[in-house]
């Protein structure tokens, strides 16, 4: 947690900018807590320990939790985190503060209109829904404001992005030799990734999908426009995953009394993510008929490569926090250990974090192991792995910064650091549970998304049973819902702490820095067209041949909007409240 | 006796614990997945839950009466 | 460009670990010869389903010594054959099943629970994949994919039955 120094704070010196980043968190932590809500709700129903909704409902649910957390909560987290980084690493304010606020606002109507469209689909009066869950897969059919909502939202996520290149290119007039500071340099390689990335879901969205839920287009091709989405979906989760990188490479340090063992290394990650993110979404699409088997492969390698930036990172961060206990006094092999700061909640919720992170890409080496993946695909295991990932390495991250970030943003301290560190000892402790036993139902073949806990034929279990791994999620659920509550109203407890002087932090330079790396590493052009091209190559073949197969739009493909039934219930209320009237 | 520093908080015990605890729950995860050992759940956690709590008390009885203690 | 020894170190590790991974799914695919479902099952009209030659009148159909071709149709929220109403899929053990799966609606899953036997199921798309029955019994299949407000009663059942019993019939 932010100690007192005596600098002044972020807020001090950047109050307008301190503002916009406060009010990014606020959006994502509201989210947080409506998606936290969602989830106890899907881990008691599905587990049948407690159900107040219809299991038709469910899916309402879960499409709230996966949007609300694994798009608004994060993406938000984001913006906040990296508003913060630039302004601070290049100490400099925006170009504009009035375009910075133009982007929070679009990103927040988006969010609204798309939340809306969700929410609404519990409204059976109202005929608005969008239970297409996360992945929106046609010819299932939202509402058009679902779509219209998504489209501006990451609209507003390419302006952020442009404001930040916008600030750094003013920077980069004033300093013309210097290299790019360490954040800057991972903020822009995110937006590179980001831009190449959501070009598969814009063309999706704003092609095809919004035109057909407005009826202007009969007929979309589900495997073609499932294929777009995967083009986007697996590089968003470098998008959760690199503000946590960057919370890991340069605050983690810092926090464990040292500083960051390789600032080269660290572009060199980033680099990787950026040439590597895209071209292996097929991987998703690993059972899907009508895409190749080469094609499959080929995002299979690709996958694998990209365990390397992760291995990097797992070496660096490790080698940077033992050098901050070595600092701190530690010493022996393992003793350093020890003497870590383990009762700063950021520090312990960013280390517990890493540690369930390596777990979870374990489990997703398997995942990304073609043909073992046919053991696994759309079971219980996938949620297991990604409640590690976005779920733990990103979101226990985020909430760990935010104990380390917000007396910087306020002036305030947090209410209380005990409170704050049982928050992430829980979080680790209730994850640790639900996601054992989901990967392990799920090598019993128990599937996701779905809102009842058995079938008519029994699971095999090859050990325990199917009701104690349902009983170790419920019970997981429950904890992680805890944690969410403790965090957000410790968080809300700290708007009444006693403002202050002094809480600034600054972030001491790597030990080996950015001038023992080539000067090519921060070409940011050069690293864009070679993304482009890598995906070009991944790409043009397998998109090429799907639509030669089955045409741009797909043959005789019907919408099944999600609204029919509550549009019926709608219509068939109206007539009857019609009826008695007349009568 | 001298205790590694961690334990010598509240938070550092809680850390180390849970820690533990997570790493006793995979173990029998391992034990029926990869060698098809198949402990009986409930024993097996209340036994897991018992220990950890019994090393914690001691942890914190040492602690407290330790020369060195920090809070 | 300065890179401390035991990170050169590491990053060999990572790169022959990575690279493991890649020749044990190498020889998954080529030794052991497990084939990715892929474009062979070929493109069938979601609307035209009941038209078509073999979709028209999905089940079991026999075509060769110890080979069986299993159509099933899904749609909300069943499988046509294998869900209750149309009996479940019934072949015999020791035998090559491939089956052969589309949607007549939306996006679907196929998965015979606590098997590797899993696809997607894309309207439009034949998913085809093969299976040898080793082991009689009876086995749950599950659509897997999100469907609609009914998905959770999407399922069906495989019975893998004793030759001497079987009896070439889906029932």
Avoid at chain 1, 371 to 396: D, E, Q, R, S
Avoid at chain 3, 26 to 33: E, L
Avoid at chain 3, 157 to 167: A, I, W
């Amino acid at each position: 947690m932010s100690t007192q120094t005596d600098q002044p704070s972020f807020v001090d010196r950047y109050p307008e900018e301190a503002a916009v980043v406060r009010r990014s968190l606020l959006v994502a932590f509201v989210m947080l807590g409506i998606g936290a809500l969602m989830g106890l709700v899907q881990a008691l129903h599905r587990t049948n320990v407690l159900r107040i909704i219809d299991s038709a409902d469910y899916y309402t649910v879960l499409t709230a939790h996966g949007v609300f957390l694994a798009i608004v909560f994060t993406i938000f987290f984001l913006v906040g985190l990296y508003q913060w980084a630039v302004t601070r690493s290049l100490d400099r304010s925006p170009v504009d503060i009035r375009f910075t606020h133009a982007w929070a606002t679009m990103m927040t109507v988006g969010s609204l209109m798309a939340g809306a469209a969700i929410l609404l689909g519990f409204i059976d009066e109202v005929p608005v829904s969008a239970d297409v869950l996360f992945t929106f897969y046609a010819p299932l059919q939202a509402h058009p404001i679902f779509y219209a909502g998504l489209a501006i939202f990451i609209v507003g996520t390419w302006m952020a992005g442009a404001d930040w290149f916008r600030t750094w290119l003013a920077w980069r007039k004033d300093n013309p030799d210097e290299r790019i500071p360490l954040q800057t340099f991972m903020v822009l390689t995110t937006m590179i990734m980001w831009y190449v990335a959501t070009l598969g879901v814009a063309v999706e969205v704003l092609v095809f999908l919004l035109p057909w839920s407005l009826g202007l287009i009969d007929s979309v091709d589900p495997l073609l426009t499932r294929t777009l989405f995967w083009f986007f979906g697996h590089p968003v989760v470098y998008f959760w995953l690199m503000p946590a990188y960057l919370l890991w490479y340069t605050v983690m340090p810092k926090i464990a009394g040292g500083r960051l063992f390789s600032d080269p290394l660290a572009r060199v990650v980033f680099i990787l993510f950026v040439l590597l993110s895209t071209p292996v979404g097929i991987h998703h699409q690993y059972v899907d008929p009508g895409i190749a088997q080469g094609f499959k492969f080929i995002a299979m390698t690709n996958t694998m490569f990209l365990l390397l930036p992760s291995l990097l990172t797992a070496f660096t961060v490790v080698a940077s926090i033992e050098h901050g206990a070595r600092q701190r006094g530690g010493t022996g092999l393992f003793g350093w250990l020890t003497a870590l700061p383990w009762r700063d909640p950021a520090f312990t919720g960013m280390a517990l974090a890493g540690l369930l992170f390596a777990a979870g890409g374990f489990s997703g080496m398997v995942n990304a192991g073609m043909n073992i993946n046919y053991l696994v695909h759309n079971t219980l295991w996938v949620p297991g792995h990604f409640h590690l990932t976005v779920g733990t390495a990103v979101a226990l991250t985020f909430m760990a910064g935010t104990y380390w970030l917000w007396p910087q943003l306020t002036n305030r301290e947090i209410y209380s650091r005990p409170i704050a560190l049982a928050q992430v000892v829980m979080w680790f402790g209730g994850m640790a549970l639900m996601s054992n036993a989901m990967h392990v139902a799920g090598l019993f073949g128990v599937p996701r998304r779905t809102a009842e806990p058995q079938y008519s034929f029994d699971f095999p279990a090859l050990f325990g049973t199917i009701g104690e791994l349902r009983l170790q999620i419920a019970v997981g659920g429950t904890l992680l819902f805890i944690s969410t509550v403790l965090f957000l109203s410790n968080l809300a407890f700290s708007l009444g702490t006693p403002k202050r002087e002094g809480f600034g932090q600054t972030i001491p330079p790597a030990l080996s820095g950015p001038e023992d790396s080539p000067a090519v590493l921060d070409n940011m052009k050069l690293w864009a067209a070679i993304a482009v091209v890598l995906v070009v190559l991944a790409y043009a073949l397998p998109l090429g041949a799907i639509i030669s197969d089955n045409g741009l739009f797909g043959v005789g493909i019907e919408p099944y909007p999600m609204l029919v039934r509550p549009l019926f219930d709608w219509a068939g209320a109206t007539l009857a409240g019609l009826a008695e009237v007349i009568a | 006796m001298t205790l590694p520093s961690f334990v010598r908080t509240r938070g550092g015990m809680l850390v180390g614990l849970v820690m533990l605890g997570a790493i006793g729950f995979e173990l029998r995860t391992v034990a029926g997945m990869l060698f098809g050992i198949d402990l009986p759940a409930a024993p097996y956690f209340i036994g897991m839950v018992a220990i950890l709590s019994i090393v914690g008390v001691y942890l914190d009885v040492t602690r407290s009466t330790s020369p060195d203690t920090a809070t | 460009m300065h890179i401390h020894s035991y990170e050169k170190l590491w990053l060999g590790m990572a790169l022959l670990l990575i690279v493991g991974f890649i020749g044990t799914i190498t020889y998954g695919t080529v030794g052991a010869g497990v084939q990715m479902v892929d474009d062979s099952g070929g493109n069938v009209e979601p609307g035209n389903v009941s038209e078509h030659e073999e979709f028209g009148e999905p089940g079991v159909e026999k075509v060769g010594e110890n080979e069986y071709d299993v159509h099933v149709v899904a749609r909300q929220f069943v499988f046509n054959p294998g869900s209750e109403v149309y009996g479940a899929i019934e072949v015999p053990v020791n035998s090559t099943v491939n089956f052969y799966v589309t949607s007549a609606d939306v996006i679907h899953g196929f998965s015979i629970a606590g098997t590797n036997a899993n696809t997607m199921v894309i309207p439009g798309e034949v998913a085809e994949i093969t299976i040898e029955t080793e082991e009689t019994g009876e086995y749950g299949i599950v659509c897997h994919e999100y469907c609609g407000e009914g998905h959770h009663n999407m399922e069906g059942l495989l019975r893998v039955v004793p030759e001497d019993e079987y009896n070439g019939s889906t029932q």
